[in-house]
């Protein structure tokens, strides 16, 4: 009934802006900027993996990355669980509560850490009450984590609370009729069954963390370097386009990787299920 | 609950207060006597909030948000809301494929479409910060649109189009009087989605600056880093203020979570 | 004997202070080996007492006593209940075999007699080639089936069931029902049914309660209460729709078959009431009409009246005769539950 011709016009406009300023300027960008070409990249990109210099950079985006999704799967998919399973009412303040943080930018959600965080700080007025001496955690792969983990929570906890939701609450009575402690019941029935969300949230909140950028900027600095404040100051302040292109390389190849994955991984639970 | 599940209640009051936690302090900060970044504040005092009202490139940086946020979120509904139509109602051949290709602006690393931006168009093609920041903003919100609008449009049966041409209205009319308000709710928390998304990105933004022209919260994320005063922190606590009558706004319009829980 | 299951004065409220209440001040013993159930409309509170037996749901107030003793405050795996829920709620990533054995693993059962037992269970209900079988792979009517036999493989000491066939297409719910009975019987296990359904509950209890704005109104032998309800709620939900007013008597009702139409101003017999009025609808129903009559002078009812229905056309007057043996003396009309709110 519906003729295609129309309806394919329909798609034009928005399909030209997301060949022309999108795919086209990234694609040239990743594999040919301006100064170089595509082996120029290459030499970069195996000059970035095989620098005992940047290399730990790597290292240390995968593990702060690894780190902040797994601390933020232990919390989030907890309190995911627990609106799913509260009252209504409070169901919905606790989900506007969680969602809140998400309209605010990340420098109006970083900023208070540098005051937690910072020598005269919240944390180093506790260490020296304590007689721990000077606490400094700003500028540590700790503050990093801790920022990123209040950046993606969220997240975390909305994808799980969409699986959480939509799982029928009997089947966790089943089990605790059929003598399962609310652990056991929890281990292996409510988790399993949203495995599909907690799966989405931990690849967002990985992908996210591997590219964020204000929060390693202001509470790593120059002394905890992650792939992306590598990338801006090899831009802004090295100049070095090619070299700019490898760590973007880098950084988008490891971001597709990880969804790629996850993608498999949610395939296959969705076919044993 | 609280007293039945105490671990699980323990877990969630962490997860608030990191959430929230930092936010909290920062309002403390901002209403500080003294000159530094302290908590608690020493004594009370609205004099950053005088000082960031004062200072040029703060007000600049909001006009060049809220045009840049209001612009773009235009154009990526005028891009969008027609693309979704397409997919979900034109028979596409391999729907599937254009549809994911509309999303892949969400998987690349913002840093890296900003680089791409900053180089292929701001350097290479000489178009001003601002232009560039309008188109890089379009592309970043394209994906929005089309999911937020995709989503109200494929819960809607298309029957009932089937049902108003049977009824002998034609397809212009059906549009207008079914299919658009089938759409509408959709297209408003798109609406208010992207545009909030827009107001808030940092890292597409971060290199798209020119003389006079960054977004606020690249303008704050550069004050933050060269001083040390509270300025920041007052601003913070203006935009969080705002946030918040946004927040309720969407509430009554359109349901805050179900807008911004996506 | 004593009672598998005691509801001593057991309210429960949802909600606030100011809350209504779902169940308020319910006595009931539930006996051994015997189906019960717990009948009445939805809203009823029949679900949330069951969920209280269950422990699912606390009582706000009463107390609940398994096997004699006090169990109100017992989480739910501790209780030995084998619940079905209406969705079925079998566990969609683990296998038939899995879902029957759950409640036995839990119990720390021996891997064989696990197997043995889910087995047997499974043959109960006559699904055991499905064993291997997700339950994604079955149809409503085997996924209750696999449900009743996760309940049954770990011998409870009460089997709940929270409206399970509901969920069933009319014929298949028939036949269901008679294979509950089956299973009921065979295992000689203790059930309590929570139906809204009257017909069910008819046909599969020992003893049917019926609940009102989560308050008992009556209990008893189905074959008891069901030609003598003790009041109009009782009534009108097994449903009796006729409640005339008769000159010196109080509120009694009577089924529209036992109703009579004799031509106007012709005489009823010695033992019966007599009400003249007009015809005024004649719906066919297959094997008969139904009749109804307006009666002026029986306080303005109308009453229904099963009849071949030949030649009586709106607007016809006729003679209603209200044999007295099959009329049923009902609890003052002032009385019914709900109106205590």
Redesign the interface.
């Known amino acids: 009934?519906?003729r295609?011709g129309p309806?394919?016009a329909?798609?034009v406009?928005?399909?030209a802006?997301?060949v022309l300023?999108?795919?086209?300027?990234?694609a040239?960008?990743?594999l040919a900027?301006?100064d170089g070409d595509p082996a120029t990249v290459a030499r970069e990109t195996g000059a970035l993996l095989s620098d005992p210099y940047l290399l730990p950079v790597i290292a240390r985006t995968i593990r702060v990355a690894v780190l902040t999704t797994a601390i933020c799967l232990?919390?989030?998919f907890?309190?995911a669980?627990?609106i799913s399973r509260?009252?209504a009412r409070?169901a919905?303040r606790?989900?506007?509560?969680?969602?809140?943080?998400?309209?605010?930018?990340?420098?109006?959600?970083?900023?208070?850490?540098?005051?937690?965080l910072?020598g005269?700080?919240?944390v180093g007025q506790v260490g020296a009450a304590l007689g721990l001496g000077r606490v400094q955690l700003l500028y540590t792969e700790t503050a990093i984590v801790?920022g990123l983990?209040?950046l993606f929570?969220?997240l975390m906890?909305?994808s799980a609370y969409s699986s959480l939701a939509q799982q029928?609450p009997?089947?966790e009575?089943?089990?605790?009729?059929?003598?399962?402690?609310?652990g056991?019941?929890f281990r292996?029935?409510v988790f399993?069954?949203a495995l599909p969300g907690a799966l989405v949230g931990c690849t967002l909140v990985f992908?996210g963390a591997?590219?964020?950028?204000?929060t390693p900027?202001?509470l790593g600095g120059s002394r905890e370097r992650l792939l992306?404040t590598l990338?801006?100051s090899r831009?802004?302040v090295s100049l070095d386009?090619p070299a700019?292109s490898a760590v973007?390389l880098v950084?988008?190849v490891l971001?597709?990787a990880v969804?790629a994955l996850s993608g498999r991984l949610g395939k296959i639970g969705s076919t044993?299920? | 609950m609280i007293l039945r599940r105490p671990l699980l209640s323990l877990l969630t009051a962490i997860a608030f207060v990191l959430m929230l936690g930092p936010v909290a302090i920062l309002i403390g900060v901002a209403f500080t006597a003294g000159s530094t970044l302290a908590f608690p504040p020493e004594g009370l005092s609205l004099r950053w909030f005088a000082a960031a009202l004062e200072y040029r490139p703060f007000i600049d940086a909001f006009g060049t948000s809220v045009l840049v946020a209001l612009v773009s979120t235009a154009l990526a509904l005028a891009l969008g809301v027609p693309a979704t139509l397409a997919l979900q109602r034109g028979r596409i051949p391999g729907r599937r494929v254009v549809e994911n290709l509309f999303f892949t602006p969400i998987i690349v690393p913002e840093l890296v479409l900003g680089l791409a931006l900053f180089q292929q168009v701001m350097v290479g093609l000489q178009i001003t910060a601002l232009g560039t920041l309008v188109i890089g903003h379009t592309v970043l919100l394209l994906p929005y649109t089309v999911r937020v609008v995709g989503a109200s449009l494929a819960l809607a049966d298309p029957r009932l189009e089937e049902a108003a041409r049977g009824l002998g209205a034609g397809p212009v009319r059906t549009f207008l009087r079914v299919t658009l308000p089938v759409m509408a709710p959709g297209i408003a928390s798109a609406t208010i989605l992207a545009f909030i998304t827009s107001l808030n990105n940092v890292p597409l933004s971060l290199l798209l600056t020119g003389p006079g022209v960054a977004t606020l919260p690249v303008e704050m994320l550069n004050y933050v880093q060269s001083s040390f005063d509270p300025v920041v922190a007052a601003v913070s606590v203006v935009l969080l203020v705002l946030s918040v009558a946004v927040a309720f706004a969407t509430e009554r319009l359109a349901g805050f979570t179900k807008v911004f829980g996506r | 004997m004593e009672p598998v299951v005691r509801l001593d004065r057991v309210s429960h409220r949802f909600g606030g202070r100011d809350a209504v209440a779902a169940v308020s001040d319910l006595d009931l013993d539930v006996a051994r080996g015997r189906f019960t159930t717990l009948l009445g409309p939805s809203g009823c509170g029949k679900t949330t007492t069951l969920r209280m037996i269950a422990g699912f749901l606390r009582p706000t107030s009463g107390r609940i006593l398994l096997e004699g003793a006090d169990a109100t405050s017992t989480p739910p795996e501790k209780r030995n209940i084998g619940m079905v829920f209406q969705s079925y709620a079998l566990f969609p990533h683990m296998t038939i075999t899995d879902n029957v054995a759950f409640g036995l693993r839990t119990r720390r059962l021996p891997g064989d007699e696990v197997r043995r037992r889910a087995g047997e269970a499974l043959e109960l209900v006559g699904l055991s080639h499905a064993a291997g079988r997700k339950p994604g792979e079955l149809s409503g009517g085997q996924q209750q089936r696999v449900a009743l036999a996760r309940a049954v493989a770990i011998r409870p000491s009460v089997l709940l069931l929270d409206e399970p066939l509901s969920n069933l297409d009319a014929r298949l719910r028939v036949q269901m029902r008679r294979e509950l009975l089956r299973v009921q019987r065979e295992t000689g296990l203790t059930a309590v049914l929570v139906t809204h359904d009257q017909e069910e509950a008819l046909e599969l209890s020992d003893t049917m309660v019926i609940l009102n704005a989560g308050r008992l109104e009556q209990q008893g032998d189905p074959r008891e209460v069901f030609p003598r309800p003790a009041n109009r709620f009782v009534a009108e939900f097994l449903g009796y729709d006729n409640f005339p007013v008769l000159p010196g008597a109080g509120p009694v009702t009577i089924r529209p078959e036992h109703v009579r139409l004799l031509p106007a101003r012709a005489a009823e017999g010695a033992d019966e009431a007599g009400l003249d009025g007009t015809v005024t609808a004649v719906t066919f129903q297959g094997s008969h009409c139904l009749v109804e009559v307006d009666t002026p002078a029986g306080g303005d009812a109308t009453l229904r009246s099963v009849h071949p229905g030949d030649g009586l056309r709106p607007g016809d007057s006729v003679r209603v005769a209200l044999p007295r043996r099959h009329l049923v003396a009902l609890a003052d009309a002032a009385a019914p539950a709900g109106a205590d709110r």
């Open positions: 009934m519906t295609r309806m394919l329909l798609l406009p928005g399909l802006v997301l300023a999108f795919l086209y300027p990234v040239a960008t990743l900027p301006p232990l919390l989030g907890p309190v669980y627990l509260a009252p409070w919905g606790l989900l506007a509560l969680a969602v809140f943080p998400l309209m605010l930018n990340t420098v109006v959600r970083t900023y208070g850490w540098i005051v937690v910072g005269n700080g919240l801790l983990v209040q929570l969220p906890i909305l029928d009997r089947l009575e089943a089990a605790r009729g059929l003598g399962a402690s609310p056991r019941a292996q029935v399993p069954l992908a591997v590219t964020a950028f204000t900027q202001l992306s990338l801006y831009v802004n386009w700019a973007a950084m988008t971001v597709l969804s044993t299920s």
